[in-house]
């Protein structure tokens, strides 16, 4: 009658018997010689994880386990020729760089190493406090906060043109990345400036850099709902709400009352808009010559608009988006 072999693999040799051993994976009996050992990774080196196993059951080490060593850096070129468009790092005490990459204006990271590292500023307050510490200049009074909520891929508004401009701030103070332009702004638009969290760009007439762009500011969102803050110094300037012309800052000239002044003057009305803007309101009844040139937001000051009065401004839209001063029922309006 025959007899299994109970050794699975292994060879019984009586006239040269040798030790038998069990594969510690998959349990069959081989030759204690044919077993290996089953390395593994740890770190830099190999190490035996204390099974025996057969051939097929040895798996090569894994990987993923075994610790990347990163060959050296590279050793610097002499004179790599850097863009000159590139903005060089700012040092403290130093002239501020500028550069075709921030197109005039000065750029801080607000960012902090302590008490927490990576916090920057998160109130207004604390926001300008540190510009004025960083740039040496001071925060003129009055200035017009013009700050926005993002709307993501949709162009906005954020600085009206004020001839009258010598300083502007614009500031970040979410945790996403947001960009604006000088001009119009458009979707990822090449002329846009990126502005990332707890960065600030700043332009003053003090620094005796260049005159500060009194153009129109525009910005547009990578998200919605985000705030991003605008400031600039706008005594004297003119804003537009919705399409209500209004007055940031009144000079002490501008009148605020219609009582005692001749048809067609200009005077602040309150309560037509939230906060603390006064709409400009035009003293009946108003006979506009055809003839006499149009006003238009981007050129006229609030003192412009006192002096040349609202008579001759017309008394229906002359065009939507032209941004031309009209005459909406005794409100000045912007078309």
Not at 115 to 141: D, F, W
Request: glycine fraction near 10%.
């Amino acid at each position: 009658m025959a007899i299994g072999n109970y050794a699975g693999h292994a060879k019984v040799n009586p006239r040269d018997p040798s030790a038998q051993g069990e594969c510690d994976r998959c349990g069959f009996w081989y030759q204690l010689d044919r077993l290996g050992k089953q390395m593994q990774w740890t770190g830099v080196e190999l190490i035996w994880t204390g099974n025996l196993v057969c051939d097929k059951c040895n798996d090569i080490p894994q990987e993923q386990n075994k610790a990347l060593i990163l060959p050296p850096d590279p050793k610097p070129r002499i004179n790599p020729r850097p863009s000159r468009e590139a903005t060089p790092p700012y040092y403290k005490g130093f002239t501020p760089p500028t550069s075709f990459d921030n197109q005039g204006m000065t750029q801080w990271d607000l960012t902090t190493a302590a008490p927490i590292a990576g916090t920057y500023p998160r109130t207004k307050a604390a926001v300008l406090s540190a510009i004025q510490t960083i740039s040496g200049v001071t925060t003129p009074i009055p200035i017009s906060d013009q700050s926005i909520t993002t709307i993501r891929g949709t162009p906005q508004t954020a600085l009206i043109a004020n001839p009258t401009r010598t300083w502007m701030l614009c500031y970040n103070p979410t945790q996403q990345v947001a960009e604006f332009a000088l001009g119009a702004t458009t979707w990822n638009g090449t002329s846009n400036l990126g502005i990332g969290p707890g960065e600030a760009y700043f332009w003053a007439n003090a620094q005796n850099l260049t005159q500060v762009y009194q153009g129109v500011v525009s910005a547009i969102g990578q998200f919605s709902n985000l705030p991003l803050w605008f400031w600039d110094s706008s005594a004297g300037g003119l804003g537009n709400d919705g399409g209500v012309l209004f007055v940031p800052f009144p000079p002490p000239a501008f009148p605020e009352s219609p009582t005692g002044l001749a048809a067609g003057s200009v005077y602040l009305v309150p309560n037509v808009l939230p906060g603390n803007q006064y709409a400009v309101g035009i003293v009946a009844p108003t006979v506009p010559n055809p003839l006499a040139p149009p006003i238009f937001l981007s050129t006229i000051t609030a003192l412009g608009l006192l002096s040349l009065g609202g008579a001759n401004l017309p008394l229906t839209n002359p065009g939507v988006g032209t941004q031309q001063i009209w005459n909406n029922g005794g409100l000045a309006a912007v078309a």
